[in-house]
């Protein structure tokens, strides 16, 4: 098997769920009904889609309706339990990693919670090791972007157990949804839904990218008539996204917003 890119371990940024109040969470009926049949059948899930789709802001609605256990950051035991044990009422304090994922273990037993390890790319032997010790205690959701071997690591023969539940890039309709609920939040301006084929066309349909897009149109600085501003509009975003800490607003050695 060859051996796993940095990428996998990594791996791009994922969508921040629900990370401003005026972002709307728009769609995915399809999927929201489905992975609430699978939580009250108490089955395993992968749930599959590529970098930016939104599949963390898909687990951060669900959350609002049903009692998950989350772990944003699984490509390391440690950071698991980081993310788990508050929500257990654990304390890590004078514990070694050993201990402390023991512990987790039959934390998750004892709470009969479904456990959501998102962000997850390689799956190394060892935690491969965890997870299934998980599985075998509670219900346990993936977030991860491939379901192939060479891309899931160790964990893929035990995928067999995993419904598939696959989260795809926007339609156009529900660009045109995002956009006007956004533009009804005060997020972005009034002339936004004029340009939703643009939108549509620079970003995919993916989520994080739409908004990114957002991010940019909320400076308020473009005239969304004119076609150099759009271009202007997009390389901005591309330039925040390789440079984050000179996002929109950011003011740089002159004083001015960037």
Excluded at 117 to 126: R, T
Excluded at 149 to 157: E, L, N, R, V, Y
Excluded at 204 to 229: H, I, Q, W
């Amino acid at each position: 098997m060859a051996t796993p890119k940095s990428e996998h371990q990594t791996g791009p940024r994922e969508a921040p769920a629900l990370s401003a109040s005026w972002f709307p969470f728009v769609g995915r009926t399809r999927e929201l009904t489905r992975l609430c049949e699978l939580a009250a059948q108490r089955s395993h899930v992968i749930l599959l889609g590529p970098a930016g789709v939104g599949k963390s802001a898909l687990v951060g609605q669900l959350r609002r309706q049903l009692s998950l256990l989350v772990s944003a950051r699984s490509a390391h035991l440690g950071t698991i339990c980081d993310d788990l044990e508050p929500q257990l009422g654990l304390e890590p304090a004078g514990r070694k990693l050993l201990q402390r994922k023991q512990r987790l273990r039959e934390a998750v037993a004892a709470a009969g919670r479904t456990v959501v390890f998102d962000g997850v790319g390689w799956i190394s032997p060892k935690l491969s090791s965890f997870f299934e010790s998980v599985t075998e205690r509670a219900p346990v959701w993936i977030c991860a972007r491939s379901e192939h071997p060479w891309d899931i690591g160790h964990f893929w023969p035990l995928l067999a157990r995993f419904a598939r539940v696959e989260v795809r890039p926007f339609h156009p309709s529900e660009i045109q949804a995002l956009v006007m609920a956004a533009v009804a939040a005060g997020g972005v301006p009034a002339a936004t839904p004029g340009i939703v084929e643009w939108l549509q066309r620079r970003s995919g349909g993916n989520p994080l990218v739409l908004r990114e897009l957002f991010d940019e149109l909320a400076t308020g600085k473009y005239d969304l008539n004119s076609p150099l501003a759009l271009r202007r509009l997009d390389l901005d975003r591309r330039i925040h996204e390789v440079l984050p800490g000179s996002g929109p607003g950011v003011a740089g050695p002159s004083g001015k917003s960037l």
